[in-house]
C-alpha cells in the first residue's frame, strides 16, 4: 500500500443479515483516495454509498475486503482500537450537526480534544482559533440552539478540525441548509481542500458534487463510474 494514499479498499464488501434475507449493501469495492484529495461519493437511496461512509469512518466493519487508512490496516480492529483511529485520523461532519445541545460552542470543538486527554488551557485555545477560522469568534460562550444551521454546520467544521485529522468525512453537510448556507459552507471545505485537508464527501446533488475535484458514483453496492 502506498503513502501517498489516505485511504485504499480493496474488494469491500458489507452484507447483513435481515434474518431469512441477506442484504448485500457493498459488492467488492475497491478505490483509492489520495492525501490532499476532495471527493464526493455519489448514488441513489440504496446504492451502498452511506454504508462506505460508516466503514471509512470505522463506525462499522466490512464483510470481507481491505481498508487501509494512512497505512495502517483498519478492516479487523476491535472497538477500542477503532475508536483510537476515529479519534486520531477522522473528523465527522454529519447533515444533522451532531452538536451537545448542553455545550457550547467552545466545548462543543473542544470535545474530541478532551477524549484525546489534551489539557484544558490547549484545548481552550485551539477551539478559538478554529472557531475563528470558521468565522464564530463571538459565539463562543453560545448553545447550539442560539445559532443559526449554517453556524451550527459551522462549529461542526472546526470540532472536525480540532484534532488535525488526515481525513474528514462529510455525510450530507449541506442537506439541511438553505442554498445561501450551502455555499458558505461549501466554501469552507473548498478552503479547506486548498489547505491540504484530505475530504471524502457524501452528497446526492450535483451542484454540491461540484465543489469536489473528483466523483465516485455507486450504484447496487458497486463503483459504477470514478472521475
Not at 13 to 41: N, P
Not at 64 to 73: A, M, Q
Not at 177 to 201: P, Q, W, Y
Request: proline share 3%; with cysteine.
Amino acid at each position: 500500500m502506498s503513502a501517498e494514499y489516505a485511504i485504499e479498499i480493496e474488494n469491500l464488501a458489507k452484507v447483513y443479515d435481515m434474518g431469512e434475507e441477506k442484504v448485500h449493501a457493498l459488492r467488492g469495492v475497491t478505490a483509492r483516495f489520495e492525501k490532499g484529495s476532495f471527493w464526493a461519493i455519489m448514488g441513489h437511496s440504496g446504492s451502498g454509498k452511506s454504508t462506505m461512509l460508516q466503514i471509512l469512518g470505522c463506525l462499522d466493519r466490512p464483510t470481507s475486503g481491505r481498508y487501509v487508512l494512512n497505512g495502517r490496516e483498519v478492516s479487523n480492529l476491535g472497538d477500542d482500537e477503532l475508536s483510537d483511529v476515529r479519534l486520531k485520523y477522522l473528523g465527522f461532519v454529519f447533515q444533522s450537526f451532531n452538536l451537545i445541545p448542553q455545550l457550547t460552542v467552545e466545548e462543543n470543538i473542544a470535545l474530541p480534544l478532551y477524549y484525546q486527554g489534551v489539557d484544558d488551557a490547549t484545548s481552550r485555545r485551539r477551539a478559538a482559533e478554529y472557531a475563528a477560522y470558521v468565522g464564530l469568534s463571538e459565539r463562543l460562550r453560545h448553545r447550539p440552539n442560539q445559532l443559526s444551521g449554517g453556524q451550527q454546520q459551522r462549529v461542526a467544521i472546526a470540532r472536525a478540525l480540532a484534532t488535525d485529522p488526515v481525513v474528514i468525512l462529510a455525510d450530507e453537510p449541506t442537506g439541511n441548509l438553505d442554498t445561501a448556507m450551502s455555499i458558505e459552507i461549501m466554501n469552507l471545505f473548498t478552503d479547506l481542500h486548498r489547505r491540504g485537508k484530505t475530504i471524502v464527501m457524501v452528497t446526492h446533488e450535483d451542484d454540491i458534487a461540484a465543489y469536489a475535484e473528483h466523483r465516485l458514483v455507486m450504484r447496487d453496492g458497486l463503483v459504477k463510474e470514478v472521475r
